[in-house]
């Protein structure tokens, strides 16, 4: 899965000649206006002023990390300047100041690009190795000659759709125990959506809820075939079932099947039953494997 290049050689400027932080933020700023990175740079400005709409994060003693949300972009923008020598802040903490300085800029409604892009860019400057890497470069060139710069890139969003089961199994509420368990048994599910007529989800029946069934019936799990109890699949199928859209966010739902201990979750689409996401589903689709 190829994620998105997050710095452009034109976005890089080396050296960085300015002896401000707010000097600095606005010759990266000038440098995306004149790529067409970037509507204009007065907002920009106007936010360093008020101290609003940003905020610039420090990464050790040599890297400023300024982003703000901005109507005045489109996607995502990085731009990434060096310059010789340390430059001022407004933090009287901060002596000597900075030399590298990465501005992020993004949509105002690009929350998740936003927040990966800042996260992307702590990590890969995250060890003095690289930093002192890029504190050598005299060039843009050298600067993509630094492995961690160079692969810098934010995955795009996934959502369930790339990663659900579309021909998933499915059990009817009439049809036999028996029958719903050899369909788990011939497709490798551990669970399977119960539909109605017109491909609605009315339940899920699981492993766990045909052996529940079982015992709630009096059967015995050492009784022969021909002896257990004649169960169909709307006796023991659960009826309050989690279904997710397959334009549900894949984070989110791996994070809801992480705290409710789901392994499986029907997908619906416009209310009917579209496919199935699985735990080993949204491996396969994160290591595409």
């Not at 000649?17 to 004149?34: D, G, I, N």
């Not at 630094?146 to 579309?166: C, F, Q, S, Y």
């Not at 551990?190 to 059967?219: M, N, Q, T, W």
């Not at 015995?220 to 709307?234: E, H, I, N, T």
Request: net charge negative; proline share 6%.
């Amino acid at each position: 899965m190829n994620g998105v290049p997050l710095l452009r050689r034109e976005h890089v400027v080396v050296p960085l000649e300015t002896t401000s932080l707010e000097q600095a933020m606005l010759a990266l700023a000038e440098r995306l206006v004149a790529t067409g990175a970037l509507g204009n740079s007065i907002e920009i400005g106007q936010a360093l002023r008020n101290q609003r709409g940003g905020a610039a994060v420090r990464i050790g003693a040599d890297i400023a990390l300024p982003h703000f949300r901005t109507p005045a972009v489109e996607t995502v923008v990085l731009a990434l300047g060096i310059s010789r020598e340390p430059i001022t802040t407004v933090d009287p903490g901060w002596v000597p100041g900075p030399r590298i300085v990465t501005l992020v800029l993004a949509p105002a409604e690009a929350t998740s690009l936003y927040l990966q892009a800042v996260s992307a860019i702590a990590r890969a400057l995250r060890t003095q190795e690289t930093v002192d890497q890029l504190l050598r470069c005299a060039s843009v060139e050298d600067v993509f000659r630094i492995d961690a710069l160079a692969r810098l890139e934010i995955k795009p969003r996934l959502t369930v759709r790339d990663a659900m089961l579309d021909a998933s199994p499915a059990a009817s509420p009439d049809q036999t125990v028996r029958d719903a368990v050899d369909l788990m048994l011939r497709s490798g599910a551990r669970a399977l959506p119960v539909i109605g007529a017109k491909g609605e989800v009315l339940g899920i029946v699981s492993e766990a809820d045909v052996l529940e069934g079982l015992a709630r019936a009096g059967g015995r799990y050492d009784s022969p075939p021909a002896l257990l109890p004649p169960l169909r699949v709307r006796d023991v199928m659960s009826r309050s079932v989690l279904c997710v859209a397959d334009s549900a966010d894949l984070d989110e739902v791996a994070n809801l099947m992480i705290k409710k201990d789901m392994g499986e979750i029907p997908v619906v689409v416009e209310g009917k039953l579209a496919g199935l996401v699985r735990r080993e589903d949204i491996l396969r689709t994160l290591y595409g494997r």
